[in-house]
DNA sequence: CTATATTTGCTAACAGTGTTAGGAAAAATG
DNA sequence: CATTTTTCCTAACACTGTTAGCAAATATAG
């Protein structure tokens, strides 16, 4: 019965040809000009193909989100691997966090619906979470080993995000005028700046 | 002469009721809906009509986005004539910032192009430096109250709006989980550690 | 091997979008 | 009153996402 397994092998071609060359044309052109209708030409499938792999246009976004957060989620964790020191690993993840959104520039955009409608994130509670238990353990550490105890490690999780995600939807506003050089030091001093007020 | 005057004033009365009647479908029913043709259907005019008050969608879209910098500005500049001191003049304009963006999220989702296809904010160029002078200004000045003098105020106004703008739209995001109390105590913690590191 | 059932993938349409060419009607000017 | 100018509409173009319905290819059963 190697029929229906032929089958789904063929299908899951199909579905990945889509998704690769949906990915292909985001990196040419952007979010903005991707079309179900491009990708059919693209794959030589005709238009109603690509909705018996995808409910909608949504769902292939959708995809990617999912498969950017995984990736961003590996990057911090080997970053955060690193080091044993709360207080770097911090910094290193910050690092990686930055590196991340400015070699994925359309990842970043999709995941956090920077200048395009934005994917519904809400239904990527599951990879969220994954980021955020990364980033909420060594600030419970650095806050435990200090003085400062009463702290709210949730509210200072979400400070240190806030940060990084300023600078970042900031820095890839189109036309923005501070060099990349500058921008790193804004980072560094920033995070600088939240592990001293943490500890 | 009255006529050429009465019939700028006719076409100005036209330019007007479209920019309301959009504004007011913006805040019905978000920018995603908003089109042309909605517009002209709501100002009982033909599409063309619009055409000859807005060069294309992106200039209506434009109008607003300034609108709201201009509204940005104001309310900043108001918030910091309360006080003198540079450090209380931060906290009230992280303040005002925080509130504008709150109780104006279409137009802070246009200037920012959170979430939609974003207007092009570089055009927005004056309109933006307004609101930089405004906020330097106080860095400035606990700089060089301070003994720390060698920070770099471009690079401190940029790390105090990345705060600002980071936290705002990780709030806005979709089904975001965060009570609004939370919120605010996350902002004035990150704004109090940014003031406590540039004195 | 044929007949039936199923899967597959197409054409063509629907309902939208922004934008514009060209012409008809209305108004102002001589 | 005739002519020019302005105003404004119809209709189209070129797109978008999405889906109904049908034809062809394939697999299954007799």
Redo the contacts between chains.
Sequence with gaps: MGIAERRLRQKDEVRSSILSTAWQMVKQEGW?SLSIRKIADAIEYSVPVIYDHFENKEAILMEFAKEGFHLLSKKIQLAKGKYSDPAEQLKTVANAYWNFALKNKEYYQLM???????C???KCFAERADFRNLVMEPIEAIIAKSRNSGA?P???Y??F???????I??KN???WD?SDG??K??MD??I???I??LG
Tied chains: 1, 2.
């Excluded at 995000?161 to 600078?167: D, E, T």
């Design positions: 903005q956090y619906g920077l200048g395009m409608p934005g519904e994130i809400e709210n949730c509210l200072k979400y400070t995000w806030s940060i990084l995600h300023g600078l939807s900031i506003m189109r036309n501070v500058l921008n030091l804004v001093d920033a600088e700046g939240f001293k007020n």
